[in-house]
């Protein structure tokens, strides 16, 4: 079946912009998450979905940062008066939501972000 | 909290030689461990992890990790490379009490060398 795919699959855009990035889990998987991968690291985790509610934003690093998941599948993360520190592939991963350790996340390809 | 090291950005081998990735952690509950692989324009793929019980977990692609609790550590090994197996490859942590949280280490880069 179709994996998690990420729209678009690069975005480049000026210091300053605001912009959207999107996430389409698989189906029936009721978390959904959001990591960033800056060049040279490990992805590092931003957000944590459980239907339609955020339940652990803590590693959104500031309030510039905000995604939403209205109807609890398709997820936006939104990121304000962008600047080049952006700059990484935001990754999104979904999961069956269950918990615990038989809960596999299931990642999509990312988006590249570039700030010029 | 918890964090991982991945000993060595890069890691080449010959094709047929033995694959050793290192990874060690620091966790202050029990935590549950994980290997990933990215492929290039490819999402992260799981190919292991651990959980409880056996301490020796076996994975996709003839990947192994054993779990070693006091020596912190979660090695990723292969008998025999293939050029197949080039690409990145990520030890991640999860706590038992937020387990949706994957912390990853900066990862490592395998060259297969024909």
Redo the contacts between chains.
Sequence with gaps: GAGVSQTPSNKVTEKGKYVELRCDPISGHTALYWYRQSLGQGPEFLIYFQGTGAADDSGLPNDRFFAVRPEGSVSTLKIQRTERGDSAVYLCASSLGAGGFTDTQYFGPGTRLTVL | AQS?TQLG?HVSVSEGALVLLRCNYSSSVPP?LFW?VQYP??????LL?Y??GATLVKGINGFEAEFKKSETSFHLTKPSAHMSDAAEY?C?VSAVD??????????TRLLVRP
Excluded at chain 2, 41 to 46: D, E, P, V
Excluded at chain 2, 98 to 107: A, R, T, V
């Design positions: 991982v950005s549950y990933y324009n490819q999402g992260l793929q799981l992890k959980t409880t990520f991640a937020s387990s949706y949280k994957l912390i990853f280490g900066s990862g």
